[in-house]
Structure formats: C-alpha cells, structure tokens
C-alpha cells in the first residue's frame, strides 16, 4: 500500500475527539484491504482495535495512535490540504495513523512470534480517549489488552530519522481550564452602571500569569497557558461575558492542586473586585507519561544499532499525552519521531516530512522483535 497516499487521504478529513466517523470508515476500509488470515478486529466508538496474531506468542504487545484533529484552520496551502474547513491535522496524528497502518502491514507479511495490538485511539488532543478506551479493554475485551505498550510521537524540530526518549517521566500532568465570567453589561457610555466583564477577564488573564512565577516552587515547573480569551458582542456594548480557555501543566500532582488552588482563589477576588459571577470547569485532565525505564533503555539501544537512525535522550517536556493513563497500568514507552517540518504542533502550517514514513514501520516491526 501507498503510505504518502493514506497519509494524504487521512490529512483531508481531519475530525476532532470522538467524531472521527470518517477517519474510521476510512481507516476500516484500508484494514479491510489486508489479508484477515491473522486479523481479529474490534471496533469501539470512534476508534478500533487490531490483533495480528503471532507465530508463537507469549505476550500481546501494543501500539496506540491517536487519530483525532484540532479545530485549526489549515494554512500550508498543499494540494492535499484539510477538506473540513476549520479543522486540521495539526498534531501530526495523520502520521501517526499511517505508520500504524504501515507496521499492521509489516507484521501481517512478516508475522513476529508475538501478538501485536494496534490501538486506533479517539480524542488524544481532548477529552481524552484513552482512559475510557483503556477500560473498555479492560472490562469487555480483556483479549485486546496488550501486556506492553508503545507510542510516538512526531517532533517538527528533529531532523527525520531521528528518534528520542528517556526512562521515566517524559510528559506532564495537564489540565484544561475554562473560566466564565459573567456580570453586568450595557451601553458602552455608561460604564459606571455596568460591570465590564472585558476589563474583569484582562485583569485575571494577568493575575493569572503571577502563578507560575510567583506560586510554584522555581525548582519546580509548570505551565499556564490561556489559549482563547473572548468577550462581549459588539464594540459599543460592555461585554456581560467573557470567558478564558487554557491549559494546566505541572510534573506533578500535587503542584496541579496547588496551582488550582491559587486559580480558585484569584477567582475569588476578581468577582469580589469586578462584582461578577466566575465558574471554574477543568474539563479534562491527563495523567503525566512514565515510561517504563526497562523499554526505554531497550528502545534506546535498539534505535543506537539501527543504521542511519540517530538517537537522542530527550528532555522531559511539558506537551499533554492521554498515553499517560497507558503507562499508568502498562509498562510502556513513547517516543518523538523527527519529521522537520520549520512550523511546529498546533500550528497552522504544520508539514511534516513524509519521509518518516518510508522506514518508521520496519523500525517499529524490529523493535517489536527485541521486546
Ligand atoms: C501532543 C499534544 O500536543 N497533546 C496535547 C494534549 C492536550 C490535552 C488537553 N486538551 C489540554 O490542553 O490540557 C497538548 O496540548 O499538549
């Protein structure tokens, strides 16, 4: 099979957290085209789940892609360029989703003693697909739990070819934050008969940013990032309503409580200044990825022999992974893949190198043969 060409398919239809309805009759239809001699194939919700059975198993070893998009508009202006307005792979899971495809089609010609899981997995980049999916394996289709699990992901700024990770923590703790606020409006002559929900919302924008640096321990680290602020309607009407959507980061547990708690409190007091109402909702939150120091150290060393793969032992970085909740019960490992691209994730020019995609299954498929 032509793997640029999934890829490019895939890249077209890019749907967000468990409306992925297209990308898995899309992907069905491609797994659908294999051999199913050594196929078991389980569908739940928006994603699914591929066995290949082994020659001679003693273990289930599993590979999760994410398969879900962003709510971006597409900007690279390619040919094969995101056909759901507003929507785009972003976040490279149009990768991800094709290199599993290429590894299911390296273990179904050349089948491993082992049997191979391929998890297909919704709503990485929110609400969260892999806990739930991860329950449903558990309770329902205990067969589809792999024993071990790995990952990647791809990384713009590494050169292809290159590949990087590092035993232990590898990703934070998240926590999304939506923050409404709502108060009085009215006609913009008259403020002093209102209360301005857009002023209210700027002030705890910046009160919000006095956390990080003047709340967490600086040995520490933690991020707080607001990535949407809106208000109000029109331009000569004080805005009743306002509301902060962002991002929590910590290493952590405890410095996530310890950041809510400081959120909740400067709440507090802009509804006390401002005289308004604030509701905190923090939607989602992940668990931080560990991977498991023996795979990591054996990948390590597997990735240090393949000729032309360059390897590096990665920092720990504050990015968000559902995988977390993987790793939380599974010894797993994730990884960043290189794919160049000069615009990074979540950005609207994002475009990786297509490259990765011509050696990264038989990687993976020789990795798979040292676990
Ligand atoms: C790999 C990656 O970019 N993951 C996302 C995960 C987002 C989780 C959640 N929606 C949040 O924003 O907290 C990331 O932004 O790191």
Redesign the pocket.
Known sequence: MELVKIRRALHQIPEIGFQEVKTQAYLMDIISQFSQERLEIVKWRTGIAVKVLGENPTKLIGWRTDIDALPITEETGLEFQSTHPGFMHA?GHDVHMTIAIGLLQKLIEKPINDDVVILFQPA???PGGALPFREWLKNEKPDFLPDMISAL?IAPELPVGTVGTRPGLLFAN???LFIDLHGKGGHAAFPHLTEDMAVAAASLLMQLQTIVSRNVNPMDSAVLTIGKLSAGTVQNIIAEHARLEG???TLNSESMSQMKKRIEAICRAVEEAYICRVNIDY????LEVNNDHVMAEKFLDYASQVPDIQVIRSEAAM????FGYFTEQLPGVMFWAGVASSYG??HAKLNPNEQVLTFMPDFLHGFFLEL
């Open positions: 976040c990485e980049e929110g992901h998240t926590s999304e991002t929590i980061r939607g989602s939150s992940y990015t968000g992974e559902d994730l979540h």
